[in-house]
């Protein structure tokens, strides 16, 4: 577009000179550059723009999307389980204790005996030790009291203590025989069938099928995703350049981007203490954009689910700025040094002013130099 701009000029530029070189000396500020036939209008030649002064705005805008913090996987943390059949439907709600899923142990027969036989030993083993042990702290309590030298007496009292001890130690491991016979029970009883509870309440997201594994063990295996829906943050997309920790931005939800339906205030936060592990995007993929934080009453009063996100920022505000149109600023490469300039329109007279301009956007230049506000410049014709 400039290289186009460029050779467009570069013919003005040379009609100027021809007609600064008959008999006229050329100004220093400013070089005449075209002057408007009288039987021509300005609106056939060029198009005009106002030097207006005014807040120059940086703007960022770009869409965002919804970055669960709150994400539980669920699997069947048991060897040999086999998947029978899932209850639950993706975005279906559930609550703490509902049933998802149904599974079932496969064990050999020849496992399940053993199995049986150790708890079986194990309960057996125990109660003879604590028949014996009680037999002993009896027969102690009866001697002590046939003594009648208090040395012999202080004695056996010491030997009693130490026997009821051991008594009480062994009646403590009764606690692990119990829980081998309760896990042997439960191992025949998911051997006809078991109930997978949810540990969480919140919303089920990708939950498998049964017909997935076909027959294959379904143990430590991913089988849905329970999300606290009400625990997010908005995550930008990747090209929203420009926006920085702390900044206030305005979070638009809406059909598109010119159907806004509410608007609320966020915040940019730091995305250093998030990680893949901590949460997830609503559609999945990577989580290289910022993160924004939302207040708990908006999170609340609105359904972010149900619309776009469209984020917008202010970057960059400048009171009491020269602002030109875009359209008006031309560019020329002078060595290796590219300089901007406009066309000053003077009594239907075009004057090549170079400016100075720190800032730009797509459709507005921020002018340091070169120009005062109210003055008419030219949109030449490409």
């Known amino acids: ?82 998947l029978d059949k899932i209850y639950v439907k993706h975005k279906q709600k559930v609550k703490k204790g509902d049933v998802l899923a149904l599974y079932h142990i496969k064990t050999s027969k020849a496992s399940l005996e053993k199995r049986k036989l150790m708890v079986e030993q194990a309960r057996s083993q125990f109660d003879s030790s604590i028949r014996s042990k009680q037999s002993e702290v009896l027969a102690q309590e009866k001697s002590i009291k046939t003594l009648t030298s208090a040395a012999e007496k202080k004695l056996a009292r010491i030997e009693l203590k130490k026997l009821r001890q ?43 099928s049964s017909s997935e594994f076909g027959g294959e063990s379904a143990s430590g295996e991913k089988l849905m995703t329970i999300r606290n829906e009400s625990d997010f943050l908005i995550q930008a997309d990747d090209d929203a350049e420009g926006l920085r920790y702390n900044m206030k931005v305005e979070i638009g939800l809406g059909a598109t981007k010119d159907d806004i339906e509410h608007k609320v205030t966020g915040r940019v936060i730091s995305t250093d203490n998030l990680s893949s592990s901590s949460g997830n995007e609503e559609e999945g993929g990577n989580t290289g954009g910022q ?11 609105y359904n972010f689910k149900k619309f776009n996100i469209y984020i917008t920022g202010v970057t960059l505000s400048i009171p009491d700025a020269l602002m030109v149109d875009a359209e008006a600023v031309y560019e020329e490469l002078e060595g290796e040094t590219t300089k901007q300039f406009v066309m000053l329109v003077e009594n239907g007279n075009l004057h090549k002013r170079y400016i100075v301009s720190n800032y730009k956007q797509d459709t507005k230049y921020l002018v340091n130099q070169g120009v005062e506000e109210g003055q008419t410049l030219a949109i030449l014709k490409q």
Request: with cysteine.
């Open 291 to 301: 993160m924004i934080t939302l207040s708990k009453s908006d999170m609340k009063k």
């Open 166 to 208: 051991e008594y009480n130690q062994l009646l403590k491991s009764e606690k692990d025989i119990k829980s081998q016979e309760k896990e042997y029970a439960e191992l025949l009883r998911k051997r006809k069938g078991a109930k997978l509870v949810s540990k969480f309440s919140g919303t089920v997201i990708d939950p498998v």
């Open 1 to 82: 577009m400039y290289r186009a701009r460029a050779r467009w000029m570069a013919f003005f530029v040379l009609t100027g000179f021809l007609l600064c070189s008959c008999g006229k000396e050329e100004q220093k500020s400013e070089v005449l550059l075209y002057q408007v036939k009288e039987n021509d209008t300005k609106k056939e030649q060029f198009k005009t723009t106002k030097v207006e002064k005014g807040v120059y705005k940086e703007v960022v805008s770009t869409s965002g999307k919804l970055y669960y913090l709150d994400e539980n996987e669920v699997s069947i943390n048991e060897d040999r389980a086999y």
